[in-house]
């Protein structure tokens, strides 16, 4: 009963996380919206992913890692963000607060040495809202205007994912389907008695399949190490896009409004570009992991109706460790999976020629629960991320963020047959 | 367990309580290129023109069948003024048979008849430093005035209409000094021997014969009153006409105090003459309605009531609106003189009326539900104002119909007919397009 209940609060939790926006960030304006930065079940490792594997959490940003869960359990896992940002720029201050759900993955065994796993994950987030006053060109007595622009919405990724392995190597394939919209708002309004103001909505719909194959490889260094070396990539893909646009404009006095645009602007594709992840993964007497990871994205090669952007090529460095004490410990404490990590993204964002960087430090972890039910257990991740994006050179934005995630991992035994002497 | 569900719900709980606030900065990292500006275009060719004839009754069809149906304002007087001559204005009006005339018995005594005023709206003129007493002549008419009963025209009297007086028949005279308290107290003993004549005929008229026996009768026997101002006089005034303005006797009857009032009659019989002696002003060119006096050559246009000037100018095609940008407002700005203690007010509002090519009035410019108007606005320089006429459903529709005439127009007083307000325009009109630019 305690678990449906739970269940519900989470399915709940999630479909309240869905209606909202995800992130607040001025820089998530360009191309698809702001990548993940750093994203996964480890997190608090500074979002490594390429050489992780483990029979705890369901790693599906390598397909590969599958292959380490149990053969006989099956796999429930989901995590939640919460973020703080203080925004600054030379002359401003400001701050959001945004919640935002992560992901949704289970997982199982299908067959011998064949893993499956489904989900539902984000690929990129789109969320600012940004007001300003500016002079009306020609305007002999200082009239200003206001204009918001407001952007939301991101590609989501509902993925199925197989994992199969031969020996120490494991290779993996996650087929997504790739939907999402990139909206943006913008209004504009004079302030002046009796006048309209102009209202637009422009978005784009775009959907279409994406493929991400990874491989890992176990080595076993000596009877107590092993390193895992691991990769993951998806080659560029079109995706099938629609942008739409509307536009009216609403008399302030009456408020009555009249169309001005609705029409379909484009049909064609954007490019999802190239993006591969490596990394490395040192275990020691499955109590100390050493992992590190390098992503690029050829996020220079993005194209929305085949016009290019400025954006430059996507880079990621992630380095994190963790330690536990002793699984099997007979204090809780010493059952806790403890992590730290670090991450550099460079997002490919050039504006005026400077970077939009971003650095974040992470922390937390992992708590292992024994459910009643015979040898079913929970994972409770806890993790604390705080970094800064962008700076204030020149009319950039900085953005220092906390961000607190929760991962929860069920895993029961769906499989096991009993026998009875 | 129980503790783990908690543990979890509270961290749940405390995601949640990140509510999404998403107000952000970054204006200056997002490439944003829509604005909203404005643009600036003179009007073309402003100019005065003066109306040829204004209808200044009501005539038959406006005077409702009750009889009650009587202008609110007469105005009387004379004013010279600087920018548009000597306008000279002599109202024209009827008294009725007071329906509590009653009959006197042969023994009843006239005291005496005046003829009494009161102030209307306001007065036009110097009523602060310099100010000077005024006299009006108070005259019958020779004749009814004659209504010339025609649809085209509405048997209206106009402002040139001739006020045929008897000057031989001066029933008295008002003098009092242009202040409100004066003029309210202001009286004219009229000329002893038609108010005795008009007295006796109220004891011992007998029947149908008697000019009380009805209004027609009545109105053939007075012809109707003038009220002409002297040529010293320096101001125009509005009189209330419809319950002040009116011929009272007083007279004794066995002994009692009694009094009957003639007050204004019916609204077709009432009407104003304005002259206007333009001779020594820079309109005396202006001989028809055609005739134009441009602003550029007199560094001045003028719309005025009563002297029937207005400002005329052709409005100017709206900007250019390329795709995906769209009109937010549009302002006609009139600069005009202004000064606070100013002898003749500056209107409360404006009219634009469009015109053909002969300068006749088609009709009030109209946006898409109402009428243009424009009203003062607090903001200008020492001196002057601005009027703000908003022309924005107006220009939209314009670029709607794709229309390419460029459209005369004339800036007219609303009370035309009834106010000596004026403005003074000394620079040509601008037409302010404000507009948005919304997608690149």
Redesign the interface.
Known sequence: M?KI??LA??SL?CC?AFG??NI????S?YGLGLLPENTGAYAAMGGVSAAMRDNDNINYLNPASYTALDSNRFYFQLA?????TW?T?HR???S????QHSYLNMALRLWKDLYFSFGFTEKSDI??????N?L??????Y?T?N?A?QGMGGLNDIYGGLGWRYKNLSLGINFSYIFGKIEKQ?T?I?N?M?????R?R?YIRLKDMLFQPGIQYNWKLNSRSNLILGATMNFSQKLWAKQE?Q?Y?VNTGSVSSTM??DETLKRGYIVYPFRISGGFNFQHKNRLRIAGDYTFQQLSKYEAFKEKQNLKDYHKAAFGVSLIPDAAGRFFRQRINYMAGAYFVDSGIR?RGLH?DTYGLTAGVQMP?I??NIGNE?L?G?ALDAGMRGSERD???MERYIK?R?N?AFKEFWFMKRKIN | MTRIYLCIVSLLLLIYACSNDLESIGQDIVDNNNYIGSELVTVLNTATIRLDSFPTSSGTWGSSSSGSSVPKYIIVGKYDEPHGGTTTAVPCFQLDIPSDLGSPSFNAALDSAVFCIHLGSKIWGDTTYNIKSQGYNIYRLKELPEIVYSPTFNDYFYNISPVDYDKDSLIGRLEFLPKVEHINKAWARVNDNLAERMFYEMKFRSGKDSYYANTYAFRNFFKGLAIVPDETNDCLISLNAQDSLFMRFFYHDNGAERTTTFKVSRSEFLYNQYLTDRTDSPFAALESQRDEVYLRDVDFALCQGLSGYATTFTLPYPIGMPRYSTLLKVQLEVKVEYYTNNPIDAPASLYLYELNKTNDFMGRLQNTSSDVVGTPQESGGENERYYIFDMTEYYQNVIDRYDNTQTDVAIVLPEITSSYDYIVVKEEPVVRFYYANYKQ
């Open positions: 305690k209940i739970l609060i989470i939790s309240f909202q926006n607040g960030t001025p820089y304006y939640m963000n919460g973020e703080y925004i720029t401003e201050a400001s959001y607060r945004v919640m969320g600012y809202n940004i007001n300003y500016e009306i060109s020609g305007s002999t007595d009239t205007f204009q622009l913008q504009l004079a002046m009796s006048s309209y103001y102009v637009t422009e646009f536009a404009k001005l645009d504006i939009a629960f459910l009643p929970l409770l806890v009319g950039l934005v607190l929760v929860i």
